[in-house]
């Protein structure tokens, strides 16, 4: 009997893709954080053009910074925009940190 293939809804694979490409885990560490395959969340990561290069500088993995964007201005103008909604997806996490800190500290005493 073979396994049967997960299905994972559109908003999850998008926001694992959003994860995987703001973290600066390796992305098999963002998978293991999610509860996926690193072989999953990384194809889902090169169908969306999210893959990253990554470089072993004594013994720390680190991601490869290509510099600023150039060329067209549709290139800057596109660019702008995903740096706009990485913007506003840390703003959220940074808020649900919040909730959650103040949760916690309320339940603490």
Known sequence: MGKRAIRYTKAFMERAVRLGDASDQP????ARDLGIRYQTLYE?????GK???RTDVGGLQTVADDGPVTGTPEAMQAEIARL?????ETKKQLEF?????????????
């Open 27 to 30: 992305i098999a560490a963002v």
């Open 44 to 48: 889902w990561m090169r169908k969306a």
């Open 51 to 53: 893959t990253k290069r």
């Open 84 to 88: 706009q909604r990485e913007l506003e």
């Open 97 to 109: 940190a919040k909730k959650a800190a103040a949760f916690f500290a309320q339940q603490s005493k």
